[in-house]
């Protein structure tokens, strides 16, 4: 069993900047790979970014490449998402995921284990 906890989101201006982190419990956290999602009000839960297991590899949604960052410390069970030049359209609950078995996947059916949400709001 893993439980997830996402760090507090806040309001930031467009443009801004803004660094979640999520950090895992469990022993075997190294071992899966990690994803963020979001979901905004009236929309379904979307893909954002993942990682795999040892950090060697990772894969953003168009709407993140080039803006958003994910990084993992293994050490410190913690998978990071770093957000740059955000947009009011950015403003979503935001969810780390962990997924058991096999690489990255962009499905949310993939996961396994999800963190409670956070909200980041970004306003114009």
């Known amino acids: 069993q893993v439980e997830l906890v996402e760090s507090r989101g806040g309001l930031v201006q467009a443009g801004g900047s803004l660094r979640l982190s999520c950090a895992a419990s469990g022993r075997t956290y190294s071992t899966y790979a990690m994803g963020w999602f979001r979901q905004a009000p009236g929309k379904e839960r979307e893909f954002v970014t993942a990682i795999t297991w040892s950090g060697g590899q990772t894969v953003y949604a168009d709407f993140a490449k080039g803006r958003f960052t994910i990084s993992r410390e293994n050490a410190k069970n913690t998978v990071y998402l770093q957000m740059n030049s955000l947009k009011p359209e950015d403003t979503a609950v935001y969810y780390c995921?962990?997924?058991?078995?096999?690489?990255?996947?962009?499905?949310?059916?993939?996961?396994?284990?999800w963190g409670q949400g956070t909200q980041v709001t970004v306003s114009s």
């Open positions: 995921a962990a997924r058991r078995f096999g690489g990255y996947r962009e499905e949310v059916s993939s996961y396994d284990y």
